[in-house]
């Protein structure tokens, strides 16, 4: 008979060492509560201690069906765990396959949205520019009534320029443009005329700067004798 003492903090724990150590077949013969040896053990919770026992043969007994359950264990486990194996390759495979026609549909549906991506990208190219040029003629016409309006030219003929310089963009090409449309417009006779001209304005309009350029043309280009006579007191 084998006779083996055990320590334990409560008896779950001493079942547990006695069935692992001498098998189910061991007896508890005694317990009883004891201190841990030493001055500390006094203020530590009591302990127990437990005695159990059993045959000899009985514990190869025991023994060799342990050993046997440990085996029967061990192949389970081993069969449960290619199981596994086999049925996670299985669900990967699964996955893997879905994976692929997921792709698949992904790749479509990449095709079809980079088609549409495309299409979008030159509608807003076109709507951009179609901006563009809306933003291009409104400042051009804005210019060009600043223009015409600084000319002092009347409102009713702004759509006769701005039918002409329809084609251009550049503010200073308009200006340009609309200095050799005003030049066409009027005629300048050259030939010589005789008689009275009478001009009439305004005060600040330019009367006097005219009849001052009238007389330059007449003295510089003409070779004429010129002589101004004035009534006015005021200028000089």
Do not use: C, W
């Not at 440990?70 to 669900?91: P, V």
């Not at 210019?143 to 600084?150: I, M, N």
């Amino acid at each position: 008979m084998v006779i083996k003492k055990y320590i334990v903090s409560n008896m779950n724990e001493a079942l547990t060492m006695i069935r692992s150590e001498l098998g189910k077949n061991a007896v508890i013969i005694t317990q009883r509560k004891v201190r841990k040896e030493g001055v500390l053990g006094i203020f530590k919770p009591k302990l127990i201690e437990v005695t159990a026992a059993v045959e000899n043969s009985k514990i190869v007994k025991n023994t060799n069906l342990d050993e046997k359950q440990d085996m029967e264990n061990s192949i389970n486990s081993i069969k449960k765990l290619m199981e596994e194996k086999l049925s996670n390759k299985s669900i990967e495979d699964k996955k893997l396959n879905n994976t692929i026609d997921n792709n698949k549909v992904i790749e479509n549906i990449n095709e079809s949205n980079n088609k549409e991506v495309v299409k979008l990208r030159h509608e807003i190219s076109d709507i951009k520019e179609i901006l563009n040029k809306t933003l291009i003629k409104t400042e051009k016409i804005d210019y060009l009534h600043e223009l015409l309006k600084e000319l002092d030219i009347y409102e009713q003929f702004y759509d006769e320029f701005k039918e002409k310089i329809k084609n251009i963009n550049d503010k200073e090409e308009v200006r340009n443009s609309l200095r050799e449309i005003i030049d066409k417009e009027i005629i300048i006779d050259t030939e010589e005329l005789k008689g009275k001209i009478v001009l009439v304005g305004p005060t600040g309009v330019g009367k006097t700067t005219t009849i001052a350029k009238l007389a330059g043309k007449l003295a510089l280009k003409e070779g004429k004798k010129v002589g101004l006579i004035t009534v006015d007191t005021y200028r000089i």
